[in-house]
Each structure stands twice: as C-alpha cells, then as structure tokens.
C-alpha cells in the first residue's frame, strides 16, 4: 500500500518537500529521505483493534509504501499513521486494501478522521500536526517542557523536540510548537 501524507513542521513550502531530517539530524540517510514512520491498519469495526503494522523510512515527497501479509488484501482497515513527536492520525472512514491500494491524506483535512490535520501549503497541501514529544496524544505544556529542556542545552541530532527537522532543538521548534499547544490539538480517534 502506497501511503502519502507530509509532517507539519517537516514541510518546506520553499521546496515543497519535507525535510531530510535523518540527514540533517545524524548524517544517515540520503536527501530524499525524511524520518522513520509507523503505518498500521486497524479493524474497521469497534474496538478498532491493530491488525497490522508497517515501520519504514518516509521519502521528503510523503511517500511511504508499506508491506502488509497477503491476508490484509481484500479487507477495510483505518489507517494509522504516526511518527515520533506526530499527532496519531486516523483515515476519515476505513479503506479497502487491494493489492495496489493507496490513500493520500495530503489532499484535504478531510481525508483524516475529524478533519484532524493542517493546511501548510496556504493552497491546500494538509499535514499531520507534530509537537508531540511524550506521545499521550496532546500538544501540551508537557513537550513545552521537554522542548526547552533541549533549546537551553544547545541540543543537536535526532531529537524528538526537533520539530522542524532541521536537525538543532531552537526557536523555529518552538514555532511548530506554539500555535498546536494554543490550539489543543491533539489525537481524533474513531
């Protein structure tokens, strides 16, 4: 399955890509690369539960393919994405998967469950919101905390407070940060 969707504080409007951030975080990877990511289907039906999953490399385009068992073709899963400081973000309705199945959420807020994304672009190109450092579900003053732990110690590499990828814990972080703590964004499940 071909998945495509882009990291809010990832996203150059400049290049129209996301950044490198394996490359600029710790010198591996390569320039088409953005960050390691999770894609899982889970059952269309409540309790929602985890069928599969799928953890690769992200290309800066927002494209992952993801490798499922034979046994998920010809089914309907949500598909879920997440990243390592990214909002969990849910499929609006679940999909069918055939064996060349692919969802772009980048194409409106709505293709994520309860339009639980954000317009980076100004024209249109939608993101998953990021900032979310402990992974509980919030943007909240918990990964203010951590960030600025990492801002005052001049912190560099492959960090979970580098929101924006470039690979420095700084302001620009911040500025991710910010406007999703203001706004409580936070996880939309079914």
Same mark, same amino acid.
């Given at each position: 399955? %071909?998945?495509?969707?882009?990291?809010?504080?990832?996203? /150059?409007?400049?290049?129209?890509?996301?950044?490198?951030?394996?490359? &600029?975080?710790?010198?591996?990877?390569?320039?088409?690369?953005?960050?390691?990511?999770?894609?899982?289907?889970?059952?269309?039906?409540?309790?929602?539960? %985890?069928?599969? +999953?799928?953890?690769?490399?992200?290309?800066?385009?927002?494209?992952?393919?993801?490798?499922?068992?034979?046994?998920?073709?010809?089914?309907?899963?949500?598909?879920? %994405?997440?990243?390592?400081?990214?909002?969990? +973000? =849910?499929?609006?309705?679940?999909?069918?998967?055939?064996?060349?199945?692919?969802? $772009?959420?980048?194409?409106?807020? !709505?293709?994520?469950? *309860?339009?639980?994304?954000?317009?980076?672009?100004?024209? *249109? %190109?939608?993101? #998953?919101? &990021?900032? $979310?450092?402990?992974?509980?579900?919030?943007?909240?003053?918990?990964?203010?905390? /951590? =960030?600025?732990? /990492?801002?005052?110690?001049?912190?560099? !590499?492959?960090?979970? +407070?580098?929101?924006?990828?470039?690979? #420095?814990? $700084?302001?620009? /972080?911040?500025?991710? =940060?910010?406007?999703?703590? &203001?706004?409580?964004? *936070?996880?939309? +499940?079914?």
């Amino acid at each position: 399955m %071909l998945a495509t969707f882009v990291i809010q504080g990832y996203y /150059d409007v400049n290049t129209s890509a996301m950044q490198p951030v394996l490359l &600029n975080s710790n010198g591996v990877g390569s320039s088409s690369e953005a960050d390691n990511v999770t894609v899982e289907l889970h059952d269309a039906t409540f309790p929602y539960a %985890l069928a599969y +999953t799928f953890t690769g490399v992200q290309g800066i385009n927002g494209q992952i393919t993801c490798t499922y068992p034979g046994a998920a073709v010809g089914n309907s899963y949500y598909i879920v %994405l997440k990243g390592r400081n990214a909002i969990e +973000t =849910w499929s609006a309705a679940p999909v069918a998967i055939t064996s060349s199945s692919s969802y $772009d959420f980048t194409t409106g807020a !709505g293709q994520a469950y *309860g339009a639980n994304q954000i317009d980076v672009s100004g024209s *249109g %190109l939608y993101a #998953i919101y &990021n900032g $979310d450092v402990n992974q509980d579900g919030v943007v909240d003053g918990l990964d203010f905390n /951590d =960030w600025e732990t /990492d801002n005052n110690n001049f912190a560099s !590499g492959y960090m979970t +407070t580098d929101f924006n990828g470039d690979g #420095i814990v $700084d302001g620009l /972080d911040f500025l991710v =940060w910010e406007p999703n703590n &203001n706004n409580f964004v *936070g996880m939309v +499940t079914p």
